[in-house]
C-alpha cells in the first residue's frame, strides 16, 4: 500500500520564479492538506482541499494556490518566489472528517529559493 | 487561538537512559485532539499517537508512554531505555474539533541518542 509520495524531493528556483509541487494521497484518503516547515521550525499549515475545493487555509499570502484533482492528487503553487519561502514543503493525507483525522506525512519536498 | 509550546529544543542523552518530550498547549475549545510525531532525518512526519481531549488515560506502546493531562494542558512523551534509533525530531500538535483538520504544531525537540 503506496503511503503518501510527492515530487520533486528538491528543487532550486531562483527569486521570482513559479514553482508547482506534486503530492499524491495514501490509498483511500481524500483529503489533501499542505504545510511549510522552514528549518528548525515545526510544519505550518497553509491549506487542506476536499472535492477539489479549498477547505481551510492558513495564513499564508496569495502566492500560494493549490488544486485537487478528481483522483485526490494535489498540486501546490507557489508564484512570485521569495528568499523567504526556502523551505520542506509536507503534503499530508487523511479522510474526510473533522479534525483529529490520523494524517499521513510524505517525504516533502525541499525547495531552496536562490 | 491554538498553540503549542515544546519548550525543550534539544536533548542529548545516552542509550538506554529514560528520556520525557514536554508539550503545553493552549486551546478555547472544549473538543480537540493531540497528536505526537516523529521526524527523522529522510523529513517525512511518523505518526505515533493521537488522543482526543476526552480521554486522559495515559498510553503506553512498548518504551513509548505518553501522560495527557488537561489540569496542566500538557501531553509528555515518555521513551524508556532510549536508542539510538530514536534520534529524531519530535513534534507535538493540536488539532481543534472542526471542518479542516487543520493540525498547530510545536517547534519541535530535537532529540539525540548517543550509543
Known amino acids: 500500500d503506496a503511503g503518501v509520495t510527492q515530487s520533486p524531493t528538491h528543487l532550486i528556483k531562483t527569486r521570482g520564479q513559479q514553482v508547482t509541487l506534486r503530492c499524491s494521497p495514501k490509498s483511500g484518503h481524500d483529503t489533501v492538506s499542505w504545510y511549510q516547515q522552514a528549518l528548525g521550525q515545526g510544519p505550518q499549515f497553509i491549506f487542506q482541499y476536499y472535492e477539489e475545493e479549498e477547505r481551510q487555509r492558513g495564513n499564508f499570502p496569495d502566492r500560494f494556490s493549490g488544486h485537487q484533482f478528481p483522483n485526490y492528487s494535489s498540486e501546490l503553487n507557489v508564484n512570485a518566489l521569495l528568499l523567504g519561502d526556502s523551505a520542506l514543503y509536507l503534503c499530508?493525507?487523511?479522510?474526510?472528517?473533522?479534525?483529529?483525522?490520523?494524517?499521513?506525512f510524505g517525504q516533502g519536498t525541499r525547495l531552496t529559493v536562490v | 487561538a491554538q498553540k503549542v509550546t515544546q519548550a525543550q529544543t534539544e536533548i542529548s542523552v545516552v542509550e538506554k537512559e529514560d528520556v520525557t518530550l514536554d508539550c503545553v498547549y493552549e486551546t478555547r475549545d472544549t473538543t480537540y485532539y493531540l497528536f505526537w510525531y516523529k521526524q527523522p532525518p529522510s523529513g517525512e512526519l511518523v505518526f505515533l499517537i493521537r488522543r482526543n481531549s476526552f480521554d486522559e488515560q495515559n498510553e503506553i506502546s512498548g518504551r513509548y508512554s505518553w501522560n495527557f493531562q488537561k489540569s496542566t494542558s500538557s501531553f509528555n512523551f515518555t521513551i524508556t531505555a532510549s536508542q539510538v534509533v530514536d534520534s529524531a525530531v519530535y513534534f507535538c500538535?493540536?488539532?481543534?474539533?472542526?471542518?479542516?483538520?487543520?493540525?498547530?504544531f510545536g517547534a519541535g525537540t530535537r532529540l539525540t541518542v548517543k550509543p
Open positions: 499530508a493525507s487523511s479522510l474526510v472528517g473533522t479534525g483529529g483525522s490520523e494524517a499521513f
Open positions: 500538535a493540536l488539532s481543534e474539533a472542526k471542518v479542516g483538520n487543520d493540525m498547530r
